[in-house]
């Protein structure tokens, strides 16, 4: 699935991300952007970078687009990550469920989550 048919921040997302431009990830979100992965919450751009910069620019995320849905300003994208992490313990492929809150052109909230199978 290609990102041409995802809002354009949240495509943006996807590039800036599989080409570790870490300047172009930080730009796409809002100043008073929240980002909560792994539990953790990032607020503001500062503490995003530093965030982005470790967890997804330093260990080479990848993300492969597995599905997505838009309703109105919020995209919800599970896609198969891959990069440079430590994977043991984690399934094989690892697919993860990004919760994207768009504000005009930029993201305002992302929410990353290792969502469980249904039973």
């Known amino acids: 699935m290609t990102t041409t048919t995802l809002p354009s921040p949240v495509s943006a997302y996807v590039e800036a991300t599989n080409s570790f431009n870490l300047d172009g990830f930080v730009a796409l979100f809002d100043d008073d952007a929240l980002v909560n992965d792994h539990r953790d919450e990032f607020i503001g751009k500062e503490r995003i970078r530093a965030w982005a910069a470790r967890e997804i620019i330093g260990y080479r995320v990848v993300l492969k687009i597995v599905n997505q849905r838009v309703v109105g300003n919020h995209v919800a994208l599970k896609a198969e990550v891959d990069g440079d992490f430590d994977k043991k313990g984690l399934p094989s492929p690892l697919v993860l469920a ?22």
């Open 98 to 119: 990004f919760y994207f809150c768009l504000s005009g052109a930029k993201i305002s909230a992302l929410v990353i989550v290792n969502n469980k199978s249904a039973s």
